[in-house]
């Protein structure tokens, strides 16, 4: 069988939603940095796209400046051939591997493998780069290369360090109209039928109406839901909502993402759930109670219904849903009768799917004339 190397999101390997996570928790000290380890893999194919750990440098590679994107999700380092034809380098060499698969997926075609002398500030790393057409910017550096020299990256001090601080050099500027990733700052267990605030980090020292969209994939893998948030970045942390709805405790391991930041002043369009935080204490209760919606009173035979759910209303930014309700209740004035009609016309959505519509006429048989009055 070929061997293939997969470039991956961390830590979202072995989630398993029929089986409990039991793991220890770890020390909760502040992160200054993120030192790049290890991630999972993943099969699907999906259309390429851009890598998530945007931590950008401009240094020499070969002796010609160089826009380098040092990513934690990439296993191996590339370079584009583009690239490599502007520098002077040693004969390219023959790989077995012919392609890679991406996290977002699809593939990359390989072309051979090159020996590149990468310098930050005045020391020379080396590193074997694979050649492909595919990349959308100039040269990756995988965790090849992070393992192998120590990297650092120290998002308080924008810079990256080698060597527990022997050479360092400056981080690109992150431009505020591109989304920007937030990892967790700390490892966390969330116990069953609970809820927890956690501080997620971002590489951005301060945002105003930073709009927060949580990663499906990682809801889906640990089966828990993440809800849309409006944040205000403050030394590059902000609070996030997590609530895990089974019998069973869910492990999030540290600097696993959790979503992306966007740049808004705008608050339209935000998937906002009014309700207390869940904290049911006593996980021996009445599964039937726990396996419930309090917002529509729906019951559920099991968790994984109760999920899909839940998850549903965490994320019905995904449906039509949330664009046809609003102006339907817009005319009410009272703030609690728009809500109850609001949680109502939820409750019944499926009436505004188009694919319910498929096939339906009705014609009205009479009509009145009602002036200016309102029906």
């Known amino acids: 069988m070929k061997k293939k190397i997969q470039l991956t999101l961390n830590e979202l390997r072995h989630a398993s939603i029929n089986s409990p996570d039991t793991y220890p928790t770890d020390d909760d000290d502040p992160i200054d940095g993120i030192r790049y380890q290890d991630g999972g893999t993943s099969t699907k194919k999906k259309k390429p796209s851009l890598p998530l750990s945007l931590s950008s440098i401009h240094v020499p590679v070969n002796h010609v400046p160089t826009t380098i994107l040092v990513d934690t999700s990439a296993a191996i380092s590339f370079i584009h051939d583009k690239t490599l034809s502007n520098m002077q380098h040693q004969p390219i060499m023959p790989c077995s591997l012919k392609e890679v698969h991406t996290v977002n997926s699809g593939f990359i075609s ?23 057409r595919d990349l959308i910017c100039p040269m990756i550096l995988g965790r090849d290369w992070t393992q ?80 849309h948030s409006l944040l205000h970045i403050r030394d590059n942390r902000d609070v996030i909502s997590i609530i895990n709805n089974t019998r069973h405790s869910k492990y999030i391991p540290r600097n696993t993402p959790l979503g992306f930041i966007y740049s808004s002043t705008a608050t339209a369009g935000l998937n906002v759930i009014h309700a207390s935080p869940m904290n049911f204490s006593d996980s ?33 930014d995904l449906t039509g849903t949330t664009k046809t309700i609003p102006p339907l209740v817009e005319h009410i004035d009272d703030p609690v009768k728009k809500m109850k009609v609001s949680l109502m016309l939820h409750h019944y959505q499926q009436l505004f799917y188009d694919s319910f519509l498929q096939g339906i006429t009705c014609k009205p048989q009479h009509a009145m004339n009602i002036g200016s009055h309102s029906p």
């Open 148 to 227: 192998q020299n120590y990297v650092n990256v120290n998002f308080c001090t924008n810079r990256i360090y080698l060597y527990n601080g022997l050479a360092s050099t400056p981080l690109l500027p992150i431009s505020r109209s591109e989304p920007v990733i937030m990892s967790l700052s700390h490892s966390v267990v969330i116990p069953p039928f609970h809820q927890k605030f956690i501080y997620g980090y971002v590489p951005l020292k301060s945002l105003d109406d930073a709009l927060f969209t949580p990663i499906i994939a990682l809801q889906h893998a640990r089966m828990v839901l993440i809800l």
């Open 110 to 132: 390989l072309l051979g493998i090159v020996k590149l002398t990468v310098q930050i500030h005045h020391l020379d790393t080396h590193i074997d780069a694979y050649i492909t």
């Open 284 to 316: 021996s209760s009445s599964s039937l109670s726990l396996l419930s919606c309090n917002h529509y009173g729906v019951r559920f035979s099991t968790e994984l219904t109760l999920y899909d759910h839940l998850f549903h209303c965490c994320n019905k």
